[in-house]
């Protein structure tokens, strides 16, 4: 297999394996499939028989179309509409490219897109198959890179070669000459890939990344609030309940074990920890009224009655308990 061939399947998995993560976020089968059939059809039509290639001019009318068409509805909807939006949008920009002739700079924004839709990914899903499928996409996206480091200078070694004149005049003047660097037939052929130099440059790559992420993920500061903060420093977490609250849009509601609080009972003076002998009991508030008016539909509570805790409404209280 030559490095051309080797580097268009490469990016093509890699593109495959981003909307993977896409479907992977918000439970979809639609934009990894559609992404899988896109790769089948344009190493068949685009890079095998060169049948269906887009020009620049072209392929980036779609894209604008593309882009306008995902982002129609970008600020009339929630926070998790829009990062559907956005994968959806890098799903049609990488079909766009994925038809266009493979140069340097396509190989790039495949690659780049693909990293994108990996972002939106870990925003929408943070479960322990997308650790696993990080691992695979990590070996994947090595590989591109190396491949693609190969074909530039490959390229760029070929174009000096072909576009350099020959020296002009006579055979003992060329003697005195600058040395000239013809294409030979060498540098026309195709350059073949040999999997043991490409397995140990991905091998040393993913050494060097691996230590860096180390070093860097350590050496970082951190805000106190975030996840990997703990209970060190005496920092303190604060919550409360809102009155009320709105729903964005309807969709559908999924379980989460993110942790929402954190809990931690000291003194006031020495900030010593308290002694609990029993377990602790915290009182809540419950949304029990749905309105609709002009400043949009909402869940709000009620004034607390007599006999009824949590400030449930009466009708509330018996449509749960009949």
Avoid at 43 to 49: E, G, H, I, Q, S
Avoid at 170 to 189: C, H, I, M, R, V
Avoid at 201 to 229: C, E, H, I, K, M
């Amino acid at each position: 297999m030559n490095l051309d061939r080797a580097l268009q399947l490469n990016t093509a998995a890699l593109a495959v394996m981003g909307a993977l993560f896409l479907g992977l976020g918000h439970e979809s089968v639609v934009l990894p499939l559609a992404l899988g059939v896109a790769a089948i059809a344009s190493a068949t039509l685009t890079n095998a028989f060169r049948w269906l290639r887009l020009n620049r001019l072209i392929a980036n009318i779609v894209a604008l179309a593309a882009v306008a068409w995902s982002l129609r509805n970008f600020l009339r909807i929630g926070s998790e509409g829009q990062l559907l939006a956005i994968a959806d949008m890098l799903v049609y920009l990488q079909i766009v490219l994925l038809f266009q002739e493979k140069t340097g700079r396509v190989y790039w924004q495949l690659i780049v897109l693909s990293l994108l839709q990996v972002v939106v990914a870990a925003a929408l899903s943070l479960g322990p198959q997308f650790g696993l499928l990080l691992a695979a996409y990590m070996f994947l996206a090595l590989t591109a890179l190396v491949l693609l480091c190969l074909h530039r200078e490959w390229k760029r070694l070929y174009d000096l070669a072909a576009l350099r004149p020959a020296p002009a005049g006579t055979d003992w003047k060329s003697l005195l000459a600058a040395p000239y660097l013809g294409p030979t037939p060498e540098a026309t052929a195709p350059m073949p890939v040999r999997p043991a130099t490409i397995a140990r440059q991905v091998l040393l790559l993913a050494v060097a990344n691996v230590l860096f992420a180390a070093v860097f993920f350590y050496a970082t500061p951190r805000l106190d609030a975030g996840a990997w903060s703990g209970s060190r420093g005496g920092t303190h977490a604060v919550t409360g309940f809102t009155p009320e609250a709105s729903l964005e849009e309807y969709g559908r509601i999924h379980q989460s074990n993110q942790l929402v609080m954190r809990v931690s009972l000291s003194s006031a003076a020495d900030r010593k920890p308290y002694l609990m002998i029993g377990e602790p009991y915290f009182n809540g508030m419950a949304l029990s009224q749905y309105v609709r008016d002009a400043g949009g539909a909402r869940w709000t509570t009620v004034r607390p009655q007599s006999g009824n805790r949590l400030g449930l409404s009466p009708q509330f209280v018996g449509a749960a308990t009949a």
